[in-house]
Nanobody, 123 residues
Framework: LQLVESGGGLVQPGGSLRLSCAAS???????VGWFRRYPGKEREGVAC????????DYVDSVKGRFTISRDNAKNTVYLQMNSLKPEDTADYYC??????????????????WGLGTQVTVSS
């Protein structure tokens, strides 16, 4: 089972990026979460989505700016990030685990993790 993130990079404040998380090897329904990690700190949750893509949740700091979605035909989950702020600068990780429902933001609830992609918001 593998998760591979892509789409990170350098963007100016107010700009947008779309992160992708390509999943492979899953043979049943799986929920996905996006996390981020600031230097020297533990990962924190950003958003999560149910296996069918019909239910999504966001932490307060990104509500109204980030959108999580998935294309199960492509085995890919996206994180559209708009109105980016310098405080969004972090390494972003996707995580997955078998199940239908969004698993929230407890790191231990996810068994599978990608290696991350770096997002830098700076002028």
């Amino acid at each position: 089972l593998q998760l591979v993130e892509s789409g990170g990079g350098l963007v100016q404040p107010g700009g947008s990026l779309r992160l992708s998380c390509a999943a492979s090897g899953f043979d049943w329904d799986y929920a996905v979460g996006w996390f981020r990690r600031y230097p020297g700190k533990e990962r924190e949750g950003v958003a999560c989505i149910s296996s069918g893509g019909d239910i999504a949740d966001y932490v307060d700091s990104v509500k109204g700016r980030f959108t999580i979605s998935r294309d199960n035909a492509k085995n890919t989950v996206y994180l559209q990030m708009n109105s980016l702020k310098p405080e969004d600068t972090a390494d972003y990780y996707c995580a997955a685990d078998y199940g239908i429902h969004c698993k929230g933001y407890v790191i231990g609830e996810y068994d599978y993790w990608g290696l991350g992609t770096q997002v830098t918001v700076s002028s």
